[in-house]
Nanobody, 118 residues
Framework: QLQASGGGLVQPGGSLRLSCAASGSIRAINVMEWYRQAPGMQREWVAS???????DYADSVKGRFTISGDNAKRMVYLQMSSLIPEDTAVYYC??????????????WGQGTLVTVSS
């Protein structure tokens, strides 16, 4: 249902854009989010965007990351700038989706690795 892409190796101070595509028999999407999980750490919420376009960010990324969405394409993006080594993690996209056969539930993508290192 969700496919994340765009991860890779980037130097500190660099930028990277992650993408996540939702597919399947989707009737509606309520909110799409990005989470991340660093090695040995718990998964943490990064950013979210509602179907109306409202956005919210974790304090640790505010001012550096920008979440955006394309409702028609059922895509969500995470533009990451001024990256620091502490941003190194596997990034996951999540979405609250209603399909034509199920009620609202959360779906998760497979994760994409972002490594910030010189």
């Amino acid at each position: 249902q969700l496919q994340a892409s765009g991860g890779g190796l980037v130097q500190p101070g660099g930028s990277l854009r992650l993408s996540c595509a939702a597919s399947g028999s989707i009737r509606a999407i309520n909110v799409m989010e990005w989470y991340r999980q660093a090695p040995g750490m718990q998964r943490e919420w990064v950013a979210s965007i509602s179907s109306a376009g409202s956005t919210d960010y974790a304090d640790s990324v505010k001012g550096r990351f920008t979440i955006s969405g394309d409702n028609a394409k059922r895509m969500v993006y995470l533009q990451m700038s001024s990256l620091i080594p502490e941003d190194t993690a596997v990034y996951y996209c999540s979405a609250n989706i209603m399909t034509w056969t199920t009620t609202w539930r959360d779906y998760w993508g497979q994760g994409t690795l972002v490594t910030v290192s010189s």
